[in-house]
């Protein structure tokens, strides 16, 4: 993450006044801001606190990094609409903020599949309900053809398709410098 964002940093919400200032706003709406959510901003990832990540683990830590690092990347390529479509609840950016989503819970999916050989029907309806429901915002409430996306892109997956940590950086084998991608 390093290599392609020279900015990047691990950091804790409670150790963070800005994250406590945005949780104290947020807290009418989310209450779980502080303590359930992992959230980019200013090119870092602010995980909730280092006891939330000690109860994770490595492996939901290894794969919160991979789709906070794709939010990360997408953000540094489209810098404007990425940090708007999350600041605004209108219907436009919601509609962005799902696209941000889908690419980010792609890779939650595709680490699944490295990890596992296979991507359980639990972590596909979770992903889902993030979508429908409220933890952003309704941001997507048409479940029938999110699940269909969801089966075609578990498909991809499995066929090799689409692969991580990055659709625009292969594994150690590319860096922004040579990559032939724009
Ligand atoms: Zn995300």
């Not at 939010?71 to 509609?95: N, Q, V």
């Amino acid at each position: 993450m390093q290599q392609h964002l020279p900015r990047f940093q691990m950091c804790y919400k409670n150790e963070s006044r800005w994250q406590k200032l945005i949780g104290w706003l947020l807290w009418p709406i989310n209450r779980t801001y502080m303590t359930q959510y992992t959230t980019v901003m200013f090119g870092k990832v602010y995980f909730p606190s280092r006891e939330q990540m000690a109860n994770w683990g490595p492996s939901q830590v290894y794969s919160t990094l991979r789709h906070e690092f794709v939010h990360l990347m997408d953000a540094k390529r489209f810098p404007l609409w990425f940090e708007l479509s999350y600041l605004f609840l209108l219907p436009i950016g919601l509609t962005f903020r799902a696209y941000w989503e889908w690419r980010g819970y792609t890779q939650t999916l595709l680490v699944e599949y490295e990890q596992t050989g296979s991507i359980s029907p639990n972590t596909k309806t979770y992903i889902l309900n993030r979508f429908v429901g409220a933890d952003y915002g309704w941001m997507f409430p048409f479940r029938k053809p999110l699940e269909r996306w969801m089966e075609h892109t578990c498909q991809h997956i499995q066929d090799g398709i689409i692969t991580g940590p990055y659709p625009y950086c292969a594994w150690g084998k590319e860096t922004p410098s040579n990559s032939t991608h724009s």
